[in-house]
């Protein structure tokens, strides 16, 4: 598929609110999301699992093989269940990475950073946004903060993710 027909395909989803399943290079399976924004660079969208709505990702362009718009009962099903009612773009700026995580920092949420070609997996806040890297500071299985910052280049990241149901968890004990 090529990238314009990606991009365009993703446009008429955000337009009519339709869900889509994403393939993306490092992963075997699809992800299902309601895209919210998408350009050249990069897709934000609202990962969908179970009728239920986890949060905002985004991920790259250039990783995202495939994607078919879903056209199942699962879109009746979250139509009547309010499901679409709740998507909407939040304001982040996905022109660049340094844009996404100046707009993520504002937030003072807790992010998740990926790096799924080498099942890389950090959650925490951002500290610190640089032009080609951020400083990051995670806390561990135990919701234990590091004690000192991870350094991240944007090219080492697949995704970034935030309030998804299991960063929202860990926000309700820990003091940000």
């Not at 337009?15 to 309601?34: G, M, P, R, T």
């Not at 990702?57 to 990783?63: D, E, L, Y």
């Not at 920092?105 to 998740?112: F, G, V």
Request: net charge neutral.
């Amino acid at each position: 598929m090529k990238k314009q027909e990606k991009i365009t395909l993703l446009e008429r989803a955000i337009a009519n609110i339709e869900l889509c399943d994403c393939y993306f290079s490092y992963d075997k399976n699809y992800f299902c999301y309601y895209p919210n924004a998408v350009n050249e660079k990069f897709i934000l969208g609202q990962e969908e699992n179970d009728f239920l709505l986890d949060g905002y990702a985004i991920r790259k362009i250039s990783h995202l093989k495939k994607v078919e718009l879903k056209n199942d009962k699962c879109n009746e099903i979250n139509k009547e269940l309010g499901v679409t009612a709740q998507v909407h773009s939040p304001k982040i700026d996905i022109s660049s990475w340094q844009s996404i995580f100046h707009s993520l920092k504002a937030l003072n949420d807790i992010i998740i950073i990926e790096d799924e070609f080498n099942e890389d997996f950090s959650i925490g806040i951002i500290k610190k946004v640089l032009k080609n890297k951020l400083y990051f500071l995670e806390f561990d299985a135990d919701g234990i903060w590091n004690n000192h910052q991870i350094e991240i280049p944007y090219s080492a990241i697949t995704s970034v993710k935030w309030n998804t149901r299991y960063a929202t968890g860990w926000k309700k004990y820990l003091k940000i």
